[in-house]
């Protein structure tokens, strides 16, 4: 398939994936994860559960198979894929303490695996194709990581389906709707008010249909098949949710795009954290004490991660150590220059990257790679401000209201974007934030995230070694060094000069002239230099213990796949 072709279809995946909306718990400060990577990590976790649902959680073996022109050929052992599907194939959340040993629990649990890479001619570099075998049925799936842990399951059995894990899916193939004009006759939605579900489609291939049910909360087979007019042909499949705040069709949001706010005529007369409040009440269906308090509760996780990492960190797979320590030892003696809360915003993300390498807990915000910038910058700036942690919260959702607006026009995935996508939304997002936090208006947070942005375009993302480790470390504390800068720089009146939903459109059409090799696939920049090699040839004797890639290779199994049912 040629190059341009796949870019059309890619056009065509993001557009079905713009008719999910976003969720600043769902797809920007989230989730609660361990890892490298949140595009391959958590999203690898989410897809392995929808996948082991399949089967009933009855999986014996798996055939996992991987388009050799996207990125997870290159990436998939080193930056924590396997770690997560392999997780999510045994039912994991994305914070469990197995995680980094996922590999040997598949074997331990008689799951066999293997791996595939052919040319499938999948649009998006982040794209799994499995096939699941139980030992009654097998199934296949196909799905795409979208960045910072959220996926769209694009394909089951072949049918075209359109699913990111936020509804209670229920799965029914039919045997008496073979005519078009019986097709036409079935209605979805009285269907779905009959069975109290939120959407049911009509999915068809050939002379077969299968419905897709979407609710809230599992399906009570009887009620089903009493509802349905015709035979069910095979066993109903239930997959369970794998998001934290549940999907919502018919939810009516505020707004989606940073023009649409910033031109009503009382955009200033409150906070962006208020805004953010008020879209994620609509999006999620909460409340907004449930909004703060799930804020406050991530604010929390984020400090325990930050002190774990000044405290000393240990990992085999990993480029470099535990520095962190010695850099507040020396900042607390007075031997480094004199940045103000800056040197404390440098120490917390030292720490918190410091605990991603070692597969300790953290936050995705908006992504695992760039998980530090915006928690370091909003605790150190919070303390140095004596605020509370409701006030650091109101902060965090402001930058989630920036986040919004980007994962709605674009994306955070590195392997779409390059480092802009990343850690230029993590300056964006913090810069936001400390404005939010300084009292600033909402005009001057939207201005300082496109400003931070701006200064961020062209970024790529070349992780040495294979790991999200270097220099993905120095592009957090630059994502947080910018933000502090242009917060200030607007809260004294500058002029950003291009609105923050331009800004976001530019980054994404740099992000299409930007070659694969510096996307995320360690095929360019600093992860192609010598050094680069010797490191990720040294980390790959680093032993079976770390559930890294220099554990066991794949099991290849020779006995055929059987066929998708």
């Given at each position: ?238 997959l369970a949710p794998v998001l934290p705040i549940r ?238 800068s242009c917060a200030n720089m607007c809260l004294a ?73």
């Amino acid at each position: 398939m040629s190059q341009s072709l796949r870019f059309l279809l890619l056009l065509f995946l993001l557009q079905l994936s713009d008719s999910m909306t976003v969720s600043i718990f769902n797809d920007v400060i989230g989730p609660v994860m361990r890892g490298p990577s949140s595009s391959h990590c958590a999203a690898a976790l989410r897809i392995g559960r929808l996948a082991r649902d399949l089967v009933g959680g009855d999986l014996q073996h798996v055939l996992i198979q991987f388009d050799e022109s996207g990125s997870l050929p290159a990436t998939h052992t080193s930056q924590g894929s396997d770690m997560g599907l392999f997780g999510g194939l045994l039912g994991w959340e994305a914070h469990d303490e197995r995680l980094p040993n996922s590999r040997q629990h598949l074997i331990d649990n008689g799951i066999a695996f293997e791996f595939e890479y052919g040319d499938f001619g999948d649009a998006h570099p982040n794209t799994y194709r499995l096939t699941v075998c139980g030992e009654q049925e097998s199934h296949t799936l196909i799905a795409i990581s979208t960045g910072g842990g959220m996926i769209e399951v694009t394909s089951i059995d072949d049918f075209e389906v359109s699913m990111d894990g936020g509804f209670d899916e229920t799965l029914v193939r039919l045997d008496e709707l073979a005519s078009s004009t019986t097709i036409q006759s079935l209605d979805g939605g009285a269907l779905a008010q009959a069975l109290s579900a939120d959407c049911v489609h009509v999915r068809t291939l050939d002379n077969n249909v299968m419905l897709q049910i979407q609710s809230s909360r599992p399906l009570d087979s009887t009620a089903l098949q009493t509802a349905l007019p015709w035979k069910i042909i095979e066993p109903m499949v239930h997959l369970a949710p794998v998001l934290p705040i549940r999907s919502r069709p018919n939810a009516t949001l505020p707004f989606q795009d940073c023009n649409t706010l910033t031109s009503q005529a009382d955009v200033d007369s409150k906070p962006l954290w208020k805004w953010a409040v008020e879209y994620e009440m609509q999006r999620g269906g909460l409340t907004e004490r449930e909004v703060l308090d799930r804020m406050i509760e991530i604010v929390q996780i984020a400090r325990t991660s930050i002190e774990s990492g000044l405290n000393g960190t240990e990992y085999a797979d990993r480029v470099l150590g535990y520095q962190s320590g010695g850099f507040r030892d020396k900042l607390q003696s007075g031997q480094l220059l004199d940045a103000g809360a800056l040197n404390q915003i440098v120490l917390y993300t030292t720490a918190m990257m410091e605990v991603k390498s070692s597969m300790g807990v953290i936050i995705a915000a908006p992504t695992a790679g760039a998980c530090a910038a915006l928690p370091a910058t909003c605790l150190a700036m919070g303390e140095s401000l004596s605020l509370s942690d409701e006030e650091i919260a109101k902060a965090f959702l402001a930058a989630g209201l920036i986040g919004v607006f980007i994962a709605t026009a674009w994306s955070f995935a590195a392997e779409v974007g390059g480092c802009q996508a990343e850690g230029g939304s993590a300056a964006a997002m913090s810069a936001a934030a400390l404005v939010t936090m300084a009292g600033g208006t909402t005009t001057q947070a939207a201005g300082a995230a496109s400003m931070a942005l701006q200064n961020m375009l062209g970024l790529i993302c070349d992780p040495v070694a294979n790991r999200v480790e270097v220099p993905c470390l120095g592009k957090n504390v630059i994502a947080a060094s910018n933000a502090i800068s242009c917060a200030n720089m607007c809260l004294a009146g500058f002029d950003p000069v291009i609105p923050l939903d331009e800004t976001i459109d530019a980054a994404r059409r740099v992000s299409e002239r930007m070659p694969r090799e510096h996307r995320c696939t360690a095929l360019g920049g600093l992860a192609t230099t010598p050094t680069s090699l010797q490191i990720e040839k040294r980390l790959q004797q680093c032993g079976t213990g770390c559930g890294c890639s220099g554990g066991p290779a794949p099991v290849q199994l020779d006995a055929k796949v059987p066929t998708a049912t």
